[in-house]
């Protein structure tokens, strides 16, 4: 029997308005997105400052603690309380984290929109990692990307942020936004580990609309997500690294194109779903 | 007079071709831009690992140094080696950095693409940054976001990259790409480090396709470039540290269309340019 981490609902504005002036002269308003600092502490103990978005600070919390291989199980935390008035999210283990100044000691900057400090060794752990059988038919794919174009977001209203969505076969399960996408995945990561053990990601698809960076692949993995779509394309590290996990990538999704770089096993085909050639 | 670094002129490609599968179920390739590590050590200190394209490796990794204020003169660095066999860059400093491991410490997940590890705390460094008097008119303006739209590009071949340039009035001096956009805007201070004491950033425009996040602001703050130009938005703490420098941001510039977020006493307004409404 899994114990839960008790978990705040702490709510921020997502968006606000500021002033502008158009090319015309004009002044006028637009509409931004929140950028706010999450301070994180595990057990009194300062970890690292999160730039978020703030749609769900305790998910972003667990989810960044899980990918970050920090915590190995969900029961390993007893809570998360966010207040937003300081900033500070504060982590309470049952019983600590083993060697935390050592494994959080390894600094790698990343490519990806903002994460920067993929602790450790993760790139280390992909061999360890095997992926569950899973396919997706091409109209699956389609249904996916037609999900996301009807989804309301933020991005729609005030633009600057990345959209990731979790996926089984076409139906969406969980929509997040931040200002860092690494933010969003991570989100979707606490969100799964509370679902558990109901869910396993073995049945999904791992949507964003950010680049295919070897750090968003490595993610999609550890949450045992075997395929991935995206709207923009893919680095040389993404691809090394999907390639090496068997993982599906599925890159410049929209209306129905896309290219698959790698995992095309995966990809049940149905090009007469594709139309007709421009 | 000052003592500039020897550097080496290492050089790797910055595509390669992949198989892909499209909609139609047939196969082809498509260039991806290179991603590669570059750890750097400094005085055999390992440092950091950047994910960088890796077309100017030398200057970025003066600019990193640079930007994360580690080295406060360029004359402190006497050479930087980069073996991309190996993927290192050596950087030898000519009397070493005082309390390096203090000062690399503290450390932050930003929102932008990629940075991630903006060491220590340029957030408090921000109250003594003064910037120069500096004005664009709007028909520079517009002549910045032409000579972009006109640039050759890894982007334009390979896609999945960000862009940075660095523009006197609306003449390009430096063009950068680089997988995460924090490399394209480090390697740009590492180069007008070099130009140095002929260089400085008072009369300077700072152009990136990426969103104007808080890092990309204070690093142009950093280089004394007083104005900032996006084809995409802002976020809010971009907002705030561009509004309490006096930073004038514009983005969602393309074509003739823009906004002015902050400092728009720096634009010199021309709205008959503009054209007429749509």
New interface residues.
């Given amino acids: 029997m899994q114990r839960l981490p008790t978990l705040t609902r702490a709510r921020a504005p997502l968006t606000?308005a500021?002033d502008?002036?158009?090319?015309?002269?004009e002044r006028g308003t637009?509409s931004?997105?929140?950028?706010?600092?999450l301070t994180v502490y595990v057990d009194k103990r300062e970890l690292?400052?999160?730039?978020t978005l703030g749609a769900h600070p305790e998910w972003l919390v667990l989810g960044y603690l899980r990918n970050q291989r920090l915590v190995g199980s969900v029961d390993e935390v007893e809570s998360i309380t966010v207040d937003w008035d300081v900033g500070v999210a504060a982590v309470k283990t049952r019983t600590g984290i083993e060697r935390i100044e050592e494994r959080?000691a390894k600094?790698?900057?990343?490519?990806?929109?903002?994460?920067?400090?993929v602790f450790g060794d993760l790139m280390d752990e992909i061999d360890t990692i095997r992926l569950p059988a899973a396919t997706l038919t091409?109209a699956q794919l389609y249904g996916i990307v037609n999900a996301i174009r009807l989804q309301e977001s933020t991005y729609k209203s005030?633009?600057?942020v990345h959209g990731c969505a979790l996926f089984r076969g076409e139906e969406m399960l969980l929509f997040v936004e931040d200002?860092?996408r690494?933010n969003a995945i991570d989100t979707i990561a606490g969100w799964m580990w509370l679902q558990e053990p109901l869910m396993d990601g073995g049945d999904k698809v791992f949507y964003t609309t950010g680049?295919l960076?070897?750090e968003m692949v490595i993610k999609s993995a550890q949450m045992g997500v075997p395929i991935v779509v995206s709207r923009?394309?893919?680095?040389?590290?993404?691809?090394e690294v999907a390639g090496k996990l068997g993982l599906c990538t599925v890159g410049r999704a929209t209306n129905?194109?896309?290219?698959?770089?790698t995992g095309?096993e995966r990809?049940v085909?149905q090009?007469a779903?594709?139309g007709t050639?421009p």
């Fill in positions: 606000r500021i502008v002036v158009d090319e015309f002269g637009a931004i997105p929140a950028e706010r600092p690292v400052t999160l730039m959080t600094r790698v900057v990343t490519t990806g929109c903002g994460q920067g400090s091409q005030a633009g600057s200002v860092g690494h680049r960076t070897s923009s394309g893919i680095t040389q590290m993404g691809h129905r194109r896309f290219l698959c770089y095309v990809l085909l090009p779903l594709a050639r």
